[in-house]
């Protein structure tokens, strides 16, 4: 069992050697750091916000079947379609028929943990199907093939040069290092995608179940085109997004923010309810006028029912996908995201990985964990991470998934009375 | 027998830093407390169990620690390891269902000792210094304020904070069985504290109260220096600054 271990020890020492990893992680959590708290700072109900949004999480997960009932019937009469998807295969089965039915050729994504999980993009590509993420940071990391690194910022693993230098190689000419000049990019070859796209995907921060509405947070305004301009709009995420209310979900979206990215609020926070509609014409309810006119919304379960069965790790649903954790994590500000994860990154990660991916592909994951509780304080939902983390290692040594060289430190206690192998002479009383 | 408090180092200073535990002794001496030490039957608390998830190993060696420790009827347990001190104040009550014994760590019994005036220090110290709070003291045991106040009694000792610092401190690296799993990784964590957070404080000396804590900020001081040309930072355990300190 230790072989894993080691070649996954030698990519961690690749990592610590990368140059570019290092400026950018230097960069990136003294900016946060900073935006964080000087966000927090002017959030004077910040702690009411988040105490309350754990309660609602809490009572959501505890009356998710009904909640996913509400929703279901909510996008229906508005003339949606809803699924929900057992596992992954089931709900890329079901986005792929869709894109079927629309003969699509082209789809827009905005940014999405989701698809990531199911692996969405491969498998439309695999249909001859142009797939392009939009968010500028899952753009930069499709031009190089790379999985996001950070659940907020898939590219906080690049330095600006180095997007220059991605962006030169697949324009074929040379772009300078300039953020500015760099999103000019993005923009002008973006623009005409949204627009000729057949379908749009999304990905949702929350989702309030008295409506059906869907809440998408962003910046950019890239997930804004991606919904809106495609005649066919699919939302895909997790079933645990589902809260009882509009209020709600706007509560837990203000508490996303400051976290996510050291803002007050972000730019756009996207209230998605039921295909674009009008009654102009004699109140003739008519699906499909400047917005989507087929609309789906696609819950994910895999794994997640289990996840919040499971006493040891329901805690873990209550994850709102701020980041913060990742953010202030020192083991992620070394090693970044990329290998240390298969999907989801860092100690939360490690548990989402357990219940949507296994426990073999969590295993390098949580040994990798420094149990230093720094996610548990910066924690807007107090999700005990490092806890979650000891009874994860705890399932993996029954597994057989735990590294030879921990097994040889629990041995070396047994046998010599401490954990580091020395032999020590026993004095004589 | 007899012995009013039992010191307990702990695997990390009784075998890798016992200089460290030499200077506790001496200063529980100075202090005139009555201690005994296990020597030779020492065991492991099982900590490292617990990061491991082996429970099961864990509760077995809990029970012959908890008879070990009872056979010498001590008033108390003093420890100068927050690794031990967690582990026997949450995962022994967590898994053996009871309070077994008391448990202090050393910095309680440093700062009950400047408060009823049994610990004087020398006027001639001149020092700036920094307090890392090490993870299983601060965040995971709630002790922030203990070390701090002891710091702050010594004259002439000047105790600058860390932007990252109480729950907002960055870990070593040592954590989670890190330093003997991924040294690598586990130093450069180290390194990242030094030369982000404790480098542009231009202190003397980088105060901690964790053997662990000061075997891996050690190495991330001589690592930092050799790269980045961060200043040569005396590591010193909160025991050994005070003990060096005393009238």
């Known amino acids: 069992m230790s072989s894993w271990f080691e070649s996954y020890k030698e990519e961690i020492t690749r990592e610590l050697e990368n140059e570019v990893l290092r400026v950018a992680l230097e960069r990136f959590s003294k900016t946060y750091w900073n935006a964080r708290n000087s966000a927090l700072r002017r959030l004077p109900y910040y702690n009411y916000y988040r105490k309350r949004a754990r309660e609602i999480k809490a009572w959501s997960i505890e009356h998710l079947g009904e909640l996913l009932k509400m929703v279901k019937e909510n996008v229906e009469s508005l003339g949606g379609s809803f699924y929900l998807a057992r596992n992954a295969d089931a709900a890329v089965e079901y986005i792929s028929k869709v894109c079927d039915g629309r003969n699509a050729r082209l789809v827009v994504k905005s940014k999405s943990m989701v698809t990531e999980e199911i692996s969405l993009n491969e498998a439309l590509i695999k249909k001859g199907i142009e797939v392009v993420e939009t968010d500028l940071g899952e753009w930069i990391i499709q031009l190089r093939n790379e999985k996001p690194s950070h659940i907020i910022y898939p590219a906080i693993h690049l330095t600006t040069e180095e997007i220059a230098h991605t962006f030169s190689k697949a324009l074929g000419s040379n772009v300078p290092a300039d953020a500015l000049k760099l999103v000019r990019i993005a923009r002008e070859r973006l623009r005409q995608k949204f627009v000729d796209a057949d379908v749009g995907i999304s990905g949702a921060n929350v989702i309030a179940a008295d409506t059906g509405t869907v809440f998408v947070i962003e910046n950019e305004g890239n997930a804004r085109f991606s919904t809106n301009a495609p005649s066919v709009h699919i939302c895909v995420s997790g079933i645990e997004k589902v809260v009882p209310t509009v209020e709600d979900a706007l509560l837990i979206s203000r508490v996303i923010t400051p976290n996510a990215t050291g803002q007050l609020m972000p730019v756009y926070i996207s209230l998605i309810t039921g295909p674009s509609r009008t009654a102009d014409i004699e109140l003739k309810l008519t699906l499909g006028v400047h917005g989507p006119k087929e609309y789906h919304m696609v819950l994910v379960d895999n794994g997640r029912s289990k996840m919040m069965k499971d006493s040891d790790f329901k805690e873990a649903s209550y994850c709102i996908r701020c980041g913060a954790c990742l953010s202030e994590c020192p083991v992620y500000r070394e090693i970044g995201g990329i290998i240390w994860s298969y999907k989801y990154m860092g100690g939360i990660g490690a548990i989402w990985t357990a219940f949507t991916h296994g426990l073999e592909k969590a295993a390098p994951i949580a040994f990798t964990c420094a149990v230093c509780g720094r996610c548990k304080a910066v924690c807007p939902m107090e999700i005990n991470i490092p806890e979650m983390i000891l009874k994860l290692r705890e399932r993996l040594l029954k597994a057989g998934l735990t590294p030879q060289q921990l097994i040889n430190i629990s041995n070396n206690i047994r046998n010599l009375n401490n954990p580091f192998g020395i032999i020590r002479e026993v004095e004589k009383a | ?247």
């Open chain 2, 1 to 247: 027998m007899g012995s009013r408090f039992l010191y307990w180092p702990g695997c990390t200073t009784s075998y890798l830093l016992p200089e460290l535990s030499e200077r506790m002794g001496g200063l529980l001496g100075r202090l005139g407390i009555d201690f005994k030490l296990l020597s030779g039957k020492e065991r492991c608390c099982g900590y490292p169990l617990v990061l491991l998830g082996d429970y099961e190993s864990f509760s077995s060696l809990a029970v012959d620690v908890v008879d070990l420790i009872s056979a010498e009827e001590p008033e108390a347990v003093i420890t100068n390891c927050p690794g031990c001190y967690r582990c026997f104040t949450e995962f022994y009550p967590r898994f053996l269902g009871r309070n077994s014994f008391k448990v202090m760590h050393s910095t309680r019994l440093i700062y009950d000792a400047i408060k009823d005036g049994k610990l004087r220090f020398r006027n001639s110290a001149k020092l700036r210094i920094t307090y890392h709070d090490p993870c299983d003291l601060g965040r995971h045991s709630g002790i922030y304020d203990v070390p701090r106040n002891i710091l702050t009694s010594i004259p002439g000792v000047e105790l600058v904070e860390m932007e990252r610092s109480r729950e907002s401190a960055r870990c070593c690296g040592g954590g989670g069985l890190l330093r003997l799993s991924i040294s690598q990784l586990s130093t450069q964590i180290a390194v990242t504290r030094i030369k982000d957070d404790i480098a542009p404080l231009n202190v003397d000396a980088i105060v901690t109260a964790c053997p662990t804590c000061l075997k891996n900020l050690r190495d991330g001081v001589s690592i930092s220096k050799l790269i980045y040309d961060t200043k040569d930072f005396n590591v010193l355990d909160i025991v050994e600054l005070v003990d060096m300190l005393i009238e």
